[in-house]
């Protein structure tokens, strides 16, 4: 316990060490005392303008906010407190009877109590224009005050974290300028929505989260931004913004475009942050250029970690329906350019076209000082034929600290190359790391001639153990894929190449020595597209695990 500690923290920087202990310093004294910190944050509140949604640069702002919450909005749900929240519905009865600190099967984990503390139905619910629908905003809002406020100090873990803050701040003021957009004229939802914001915007400046960094602080500086461009001049509490928001983009995107998190997920909601915060048009001289390219690197780097199917790979922590599809955000697939296309400071190489991919993960687990979202898939692949998943990924089930999420973030959990009984990283918790390996790529012309398009990577996560692979991925497209694992030393447990693939497809045996062989054909075709000489038939079902050392 004390080395797994020590492994973990060593990688802090004092930057995050000192706005932790402060942080949680805060924490203590408005849990001591209570009456106290709120004072100071009605006072901090009171300092700063009431937003107005009828400015230009927030219904700018607004725009990219509804990306996030476009699609049918089922009022009829709401209106009976039935919410669905990452996968499970919850039946509260009414919006007055939510119980927005309960349990939500999630232990210990707020991840379900903050989603829902974020209020993300307001913004569709607003942005129709419609009384109705704006009384039903309302009262969601009232039932969150009328649980929530006063502010103590368990809330701040969970529905008055800043995360959750930034997040309600920004929807509320999304959705009260797309209402206003919309032709509608709710004049007392509207200033209770902004008075609202105006009190996260307190509580965020208070209490931004420099000691997790990246889309944390992000998400922070993005939400106080938003209340800047609804304010008309921005507030001098807010004013460090013009230096803050470029060192948190820079830290976030990477060079080639990735996400230094290396979550898909997490990469499709930076563009989002960075599309707001570039629609806010706040200090255009210094902000303007360096978002206006982060931007574009993004969107490139987006599509190389994108499906034929138009989602994103599940590498890391990343789940389908976290975020807009990566269709909606850059385009259809069938734009993405064929052949092989790298991020080499990230580690993601994908290989393939509009119809057939695998996607290669031989980069680190993430920034060493915040690991948070980091899996075992080192080496790992995820494959599509024909437009359809064929080796996936399990994706993430929970974010609660015990055995579904360690098994989550665990080699088996993945499709890289694993050693029976032994991990290549040592998560812990929610969100901790402590040993951890990497993986990179191996370029050279060595292995040039093999396959049409190919790549490769090592990685350390077993030289605790006396053991390194590397992994050599090969795609004949419209035809097959080959993948060898090389192993080097001596296993206790071992060596496993496995790979999940969805239980409907059903695999055929081809032996190549065969004089009447003939390759199998795949269902999963598109009309458009010759059959693809595949050996499967594709529907969609839960992984199954195969085993196998090379795979065609």
Same mark, same amino acid.
């Given at each position: 316990?004390?080395?797994?500690?020590?492994?973990?923290?060593?990688?802090?920087?004092?930057?995050?060490?000192?706005?932790?202990?402060?942080?949680?310093?805060?924490?203590?004294?408005?849990?001591?005392?209570?009456?106290?910190?709120?004072?100071?944050?009605?006072?901090?509140?009171?300092?700063?303008?009431?937003?107005?949604?009828?400015?230009?640069?927030?219904?700018?702002?607004?725009?990219?906010?509804?990306?996030?919450?476009?699609?049918?909005?089922?009022?009829?749900?709401?209106?009976?407190?039935?919410?669905?929240?990452?996968?499970?519905?919850?039946?509260?009865?009414?919006?007055?009877?939510?119980?927005?600190?309960?349990?939500?099967?999630?232990?210990?984990?707020?991840?379900? %109590?903050?989603?829902?503390?974020?209020? /993300?139905? $307001?913004?569709? *619910?607003? @942005?129709? !224009?419609? =009384?109705? #629908? &704006?009384?039903?905003?309302?009262?969601?809002?009232?039932?969150?005050?009328?649980?929530?406020?006063?502010?103590?100090?368990?809330?701040?873990?969970?529905?008055?974290?800043?995360?959750?803050?930034?997040? %309600?701040?920004?929807?509320?003021?999304? /959705?009260? $300028?797309?209402? *206003?957009? @919309?032709? !509608?004229? =709710?004049? #007392? &939802?509207?200033?209770?929505?902004?008075?609202?914001?105006?009190?996260?915007?307190?509580?965020?400046?208070?209490?931004?989260?420099?000691?997790?960094?990246?889309?944390?602080?992000?998400?922070?500086?993005?939400?106080?931004?938003?209340?800047?461009? /609804?304010?008309?001049?921005?507030?001098?509490?807010?004013?460090?913004?013009?230096?803050?928001?470029?060192?948190?983009?820079?830290?976030?995107?990477?060079?080639?475009?990735?996400?230094?998190?290396?979550?898909?997920?997490?990469?499709?909601?930076?563009?989002?942050?960075?599309?707001?915060?570039?629609?806010?048009?706040?200090?255009?001289?210094?902000?303007?250029?360096?978002?206006?390219?982060?931007?574009?690197?993004?969107?490139?780097?987006?599509?190389?970690?994108?499906?034929?199917?138009?989602?994103?790979?599940?590498?890391?922590?990343?789940?389908?329906?976290?975020?807009?599809?990566?269709?909606?955000?850059?385009?259809?697939?069938?734009?993405?350019?064929?052949?092989?296309?790298?991020?080499?400071?990230?580690?993601?190489?994908?290989?393939?076209?509009?119809?057939?991919?695998?996607?290669?993960?031989?980069?680190?687990?993430?920034?060493?000082?915040?690991?948070?979202?980091?899996?075992?898939?080192?080496?790992?692949?995820?494959?599509?034929?024909?437009?359809?998943?064929?080796?996936?990924?399990?994706?993430?089930?929970?974010?609660?600290?015990?055995?579904?999420?360690?098994?989550?973030?665990?080699?088996?959990?993945?499709?890289?190359?694993?050693?029976?009984?032994?991990?290549?990283?040592?998560?812990?918790?929610?969100?901790?790391?402590?040993?951890?390996?990497?993986?990179?790529?191996?370029?050279?012309?060595?292995?040039?001639?093999?396959?049409?398009?190919?790549?490769?990577?090592?990685?350390?996560?077993?030289?605790?153990?006396?053991?390194?692979?590397?992994?050599?991925?090969?795609?004949?497209?419209?035809?097959?894929?080959?993948?060898?694992?090389?192993?080097?030393?001596?296993?206790?447990?071992?060596?496993?190449?496995?790979?999940?693939?969805?239980?409907?497809?059903?695999?055929?045996?081809?032996?190549?020595?065969?004089?009447?062989?003939?390759?199998?054909?795949?269902?999963?075709?598109?009309?458009?597209?010759?059959?693809?000489?595949?050996?499967?038939?594709?529907?969609?079902?839960?992984?199954?695990?195969?085993?196998?050392?090379?795979?065609?």
């Amino acid at each position: 316990m004390i080395g797994r500690t020590y492994r973990t923290i060593r990688h802090l920087t004092p930057e995050q060490i000192a706005a932790r202990a402060m942080r949680r310093g805060r924490r203590a004294l408005f849990g001591l005392f209570p009456d106290a910190g709120r004072r100071h944050l009605a006072e901090r509140a009171g300092r700063l303008p009431l937003p107005d949604p009828a400015l230009p640069l927030l219904a700018r702002a607004a725009e990219p906010v509804a990306a996030l919450h476009r699609g049918f909005v089922d009022r009829a749900a709401i209106a009976a407190g039935r919410f669905t929240l990452l996968g499970h519905t919850f039946d509260f009865g009414s919006p007055e009877s939510i119980d927005w600190r309960g349990d939500f099967d999630e232990g210990s984990n707020p991840l379900r %109590r903050m989603t829902l503390a974020y209020l /993300g139905d $307001a913004v569709a *619910l607003m @942005a129709t !224009g419609r =009384a109705e #629908d &704006a009384a039903l905003a309302l009262r969601l809002l009232q039932s969150f005050e009328d649980a929530n406020l006063p502010l103590a100090a368990p809330l701040l873990r969970d529905v008055w974290h800043a995360y959750a803050a930034s997040h %309600r701040l920004i929807n509320l003021l999304a /959705g009260a $300028a797309l209402h *206003l957009k @919309a032709g !509608g004229a =709710a004049a #007392d &939802a509207l200033r209770r929505m902004c008075e609202h914001a105006r009190l996260c915007a307190a509580l965020v400046l208070a209490d931004r989260e420099r000691d997790l960094g990246y889309n944390h602080l992000l998400k922070n500086d993005v939400a106080l931004a938003v209340f800047a461009a /609804g304010c008309g001049t921005v507030p001098p509490d807010m004013r460090f913004l013009r230096a803050s928001v470029p060192r948190a983009v820079a830290r976030c995107v990477l060079a080639d475009g990735g996400h230094a998190e290396r979550s898909p997920m997490y990469h499709a909601l930076g563009l989002i942050d960075l599309r707001i915060l570039a629609a806010t048009g706040l200090w255009r001289e210094a902000w303007q250029p360096a978002l206006d390219e982060a931007i574009a690197r993004m969107e490139e780097a987006l599509s190389v970690v994108t499906h034929p199917d138009g989602e994103i790979a599940l590498f890391n922590d990343s789940w389908r329906g976290g975020a807009p599809s990566s269709a909606e955000l850059i385009g259809a697939p069938d734009r993405i350019p064929p052949g092989v296309r790298r991020l080499p400071v990230t580690g993601y190489v994908r290989l393939g076209g509009a119809y057939d991919a695998a996607l290669f993960d031989c980069g680190p687990v993430g920034p060493d000082e915040n690991p948070a979202h980091a899996h075992a898939d080192f080496l790992a692949v995820e494959v599509s034929v024909a437009g359809r998943r064929f080796i996936v990924d399990t994706g993430v089930p929970t974010y609660t600290a015990g055995p579904e999420r360690d098994a989550s973030r665990s080699a088996g959990a993945h499709n890289g190359p694993r050693v029976a009984g032994a991990e290549p990283m040592e998560p812990w918790a929610s969100f901790r790391v402590g040993r951890r390996g990497a993986a990179w790529e191996l370029r050279g012309q060595t292995l040039d001639g093999v396959a049409p398009m190919w790549c490769a990577g090592a990685q350390s996560g077993y030289q605790h153990r006396g053991i390194t692979v590397a992994r050599y991925v090969g795609l004949y497209p419209n035809q097959g894929m080959l993948i060898c694992d090389v192993w080097r030393g001596r296993a206790d447990g071992p060596e496993e190449s496995r790979f999940l693939v969805p239980a409907s497809w059903t695999p055929a045996t081809w032996k190549t020595g065969s004089p009447n062989a003939q390759r199998p054909s795949c269902s999963a075709t598109r009309p458009t597209q010759p059959a693809p000489s595949w050996t499967a038939r594709a529907s969609r079902q839960s992984p199954r695990s195969s085993n196998a050392t090379t795979s065609t």
